[in-house]
Every structure is written in C-alpha cells, then in structure tokens.
Nanobody, 124 residues
Framework: QVQLAESGGGLVQPGGSLRLSCAVS????????MAWFRQASGREREFVMS????????DSADSVKGRFAISRNTAKSTMYLEMNRLKPDDTALYFC?????????????????WGQGTQVTVSS
C-alpha cells in the first residue's frame, strides 16, 4: 500500500505562484508513475503532469506547459508541483496519484493510489 498526502494549496492572485507537495509513505519501491490531476467544480478530473520514478520522464498537459513543473525529492519521499503564472482557469482541487502499471498517463483509472486533494483558488 502507498499513502499520499497533498499540501500547499491556497488562494493566490492571477499571475502568482504556488508549490504543491505530495508526501509519499508506505511501500514505495517499484516502478511507479506519479502524477498530478485536478478537478474543477462540475468538471471531470483532468491530467496535469506526471513523472516516472524510474526513468524521470515527465509528461504535461498542454494547458500547463511552460508554467508548471514537476519534481521529486527521493530522500524526502515527496513529489512537488511548482505552479507559476497561475490563471483563474487553474482553480481546482489538485490530487496526486501513483500507479504501478499505468498504460495511459492521462487516465485516472490507471492509477492505484490517490491523495485527498488540496484546493487551489486563483482569484483577485
């Protein structure tokens, strides 16, 4: 079992920045893909970014390319999402997820473990 816990959300003005953290605990060995998803009110959960813990390969949704960055600190068992130049459309509940046999990175059903989410609100 893997446990995930997000933190770092909050209220930020358009153009501002936030860094989200995802603390990972439990059985963390193995070739995991880890990802950030978000879900705005009334909308489906959507893929944001992912990173493969073995290869380091990163994939991004087009909507966040050039603004968001994903990274991990192996020693601290933590994954991060650095969000810059935030827009009101980025407002959502942000989740981190992990999966051992992810076939399609953007498909939520491929991930085995989820955190509870952290709210990001971009508003003036």
């Amino acid at each position: 079992q893997v446990q995930l816990a997000e933190s770092g959300g909050g209220l930020v003005q358009p153009g501002g920045s936030l860094r989200l953290s995802c603390a990972v605990s439990g059985r963390t060995s193995g070739a995991y893909d880890m990802a950030w998803f978000r879900q705005a009110s009334g909308r489906e959960r959507e893929f944001v970014m992912s990173i493969n813990l073995s290869s380091g390969q990163v994939d991004s949704a087009d909507s966040v390319k050039g603004r968001f960055a994903i990274s991990r600190n192996t020693a601290k068992s933590t994954m991060y999402l650095e969000m810059n130049r935030l827009k009101p459309d980025d407002t959502a509940l942000y989740f981190c997820a992990a999966g051992e046999r992810v076939k399609y990175l953007a498909r939520p059903a491929d991930y085995d473990y989820w955190g509870q989410g952290t709210q990001v609100t971009v508003s003036s």
